[in-house]
Nanobody, 119 residues
Framework: QLVESGGGLVQPGGSLRLSCAAS??????????MSWFRQAPGKRRELVAT???????NYADFVKGRFTISRDNANNTVYLQMNSLKPEDTAVYLC?????????????WGQGNQVTVSS
C-alpha cells in the first residue's frame, strides 16, 4: 500500500528526492500524518520529518534547512527532497503513514530505500 522510490548513491553535497505513493485503503481523507524515518546500520530508527493532514511540517534538527517534506494530495504521495547531503545521512529511508479510521490510528510502512552519500 506504500511504494517508495528515489534512493541511490550520491556524492556529499548532492541532492536526492524520495517519493512514497499510498494506495488501496490509504486514501487522502483517512491520512492523519505522513512521515519519513531513517535507520543506519547498528543504529536506532529515527524520525526525519513529518507532514500533518493540515500540511504542517516538522523536522529533526539534523536535517533542518537541508530537507523538505511535501505532499501531493491529488496523487496521494509524500516526498522528501534532500539537499546538501552528508555521509552521515547514509541510511535506509522509510515512509510511514498514519491512517485515522473511526478514531483509531493505523500505521503503515514502505519497503525502505537505501540512500548512500559517499565520494
Amino acid at each position: 500500500q506504500l511504494v517508495e522510490s528515489g534512493g541511490g548513491l550520491v556524492q556529499p553535497g548532492g541532492s536526492l528526492r524520495l517519493s512514497c505513493a499510498a494506495s488501496g485503503t490509504i486514501t487522502i481523507i483517512s491520512i492523519y500524518s505522513m512521515s519519513w524515518f531513517r535507520q543506519a546500520p547498528g543504529k536506532r530508527r529515527e524520525l526525519v520529518a513529518t507532514i500533518t493532514r493540515g500540511g504542517s511540517a516538522n523536522y529533526a534538527d539534523f536535517v533542518k534547512g537541508r530537507f523538505t517534506i511535501s505532499r501531493d494530495n491529488a496523487n496521494n504521495t509524500v516526498y522528501l527532497q534532500m539537499n546538501s547531503l552528508k555521509p552521515e545521512d547514509t541510511a535506509v529511508y522509510l515512509c510511514n503513514v498514519v491512517r485515522s479510521v473511526a478514531g483509531n490510528l493505523f500505521d503503515y510502512w514502505g519497503q525502505g530505500n537505501q540512500v548512500t552519500v559517499s565520494s
